[in-house]
């Protein structure tokens, strides 16, 4: 879909509005407030576009409550418009053209990607665990450090970057989450979190994979230590393909990001990466299968299924943070 069909599609707040309706509420209004299924419209002067009011609580609210648009005053126009480009985006897009390109100042715009970004990372949270031959890799992400006349900067561990690991499912879903380090005790509980014990899994000459292998229904290495990218079935080129994302996106498009935020900007390479289809392509007589990204339309309903109860505040000093609940003591 472009830019243009998109457009017809979303002509007016209205349109975007009914759309927002169809997905989120997919088999009747829900109160977000107490979960309540019955409410009605209400209506007047004064009350703004799809504003509604539970019978059970008597709370109001629109499709927007409890969502990362929770009170917006931009036009749903604009948040639609932002998916669209994160979604079309190959590496992502930086918060300086997204400005540009939605009509807003740039802190509106970096705030916007995040909000998005979070519910990207509630679509990643509820995959299920990784099955078949199930790829694991680290990834340390970070800028290099400044040149020293006659010094030599370790690399990898050795640095102060951030380490990410990844675990992806060949011709499936990754999960790639950062953490502390890359010893047992860190890296045992994570696979478990995500991999299936059923799964095969492939790893390179890592040592604590040796132990966490015995955990899965099989285990093979690569030793690229000795230039062995690839034995049979036996390679990570695949997570390796995931990290090469990573690093482009890092240096190409965001340049700088924090260990804070870091999550959030995984999460949206994780949900474009997650959101394409394996299809069998034929060139000179012969098949190939390659991965292609899902329908626009289809990407935006998986997205905004995350919506209710994903939410992202700014804060008093100018960043972004998830709201916490109110204690009743």
């Known amino acids: 879909m472009d830019l243009n069909q998109f457009r017809k599609i979303f002509p007016s707040d209205g349109a975007c509005r009914k759309y927002l309706e169809k997905v989120v509420w997919p088999h009747g209004r829900v109160c977000p407030h107490c979960g309540c299924l019955k409410s009605w419209l209400l209506s007047g002067g004064s009350v703004r576009a799809g504003l509604y009011e539970c019978s059970g609580c008597r709370g109001q609210f629109t499709v927007t ?24 985006s190959s590496k992502g897009v930086s918060s300086v053209f997204l400005a540009k390109w939605l009509g807003v100042n740039q802190k509106t715009a970096w705030k916007i990607g995040h909000a998005i970004r979070a519910m990207m990372a509630a679509h990643a949270a509820s995959l299920r665990l990784l099955d078949g031959i199930v790829e694991l890799d680290e990834k340390y992400l970070g800028g290099k450090p400044r040149f020293q ?3 030599k900067h370790p690399r990898g561990k050795g640095t102060r970057k951030a380490c990410i690991h990844v675990a992806v499912s060949r011709q499936g879903p990754v999960q790639a989450r ?4 890359d010893s047992y005790a860190v890296l045992a509980p994570y696979i478990k979190q995500v991999v299936s014990p059923a799964a095969r ?11 966490i292998g015995k955990q899965f229904a099989g285990h093979d290495r690569v030793h690229h230590g000795i230039k062995e990218f690839a034995r049979g079935q036996a390679h990570v080129n695949t997570a390796e393909s995931f990290n090469a994302i990573l690093e482009r996106a890092k240096q190409g498009v965001f340049h700088f ?7 959030r900007y995984l999460s ?12 069998e392509k034929k060139r000179n007589g012969l098949s190939k ?8 339309l289809e990407q935006l309903g998986i997205l905004l299924n995350q919506a209710v109860g994903t939410q992202l505040r700014r804060t008093i000093y100018g960043g972004v943070a998830t709201p916490q609940p109110l204690f009743r003591g």
């Open 65 to 88: 409550t409890k969502t990362p648009m929770h009170s917006t005053k931009l036009p749903l126009r604009t948040w639609l418009l932002a998916m669209y480009f994160l979604i079309n």
């Open 149 to 151: 006349q006659g010094v």
């Open 178 to 181: 950062m953490i502390p380090g």
């Open 201 to 211: 899994i492939m790893t390179d000459q890592l040592q604590p994979y040796v132990a």
């Open 257 to 263: 990001v924090s260990s804070r935020h870091l999550p």
């Open 268 to 279: 949206e390479v994780m949900f474009r990466w997650n959101n394409r289809d394996p299809v």
């Open 289 to 296: 299968i390659v991965m292609q990204a899902k329908p626009v």
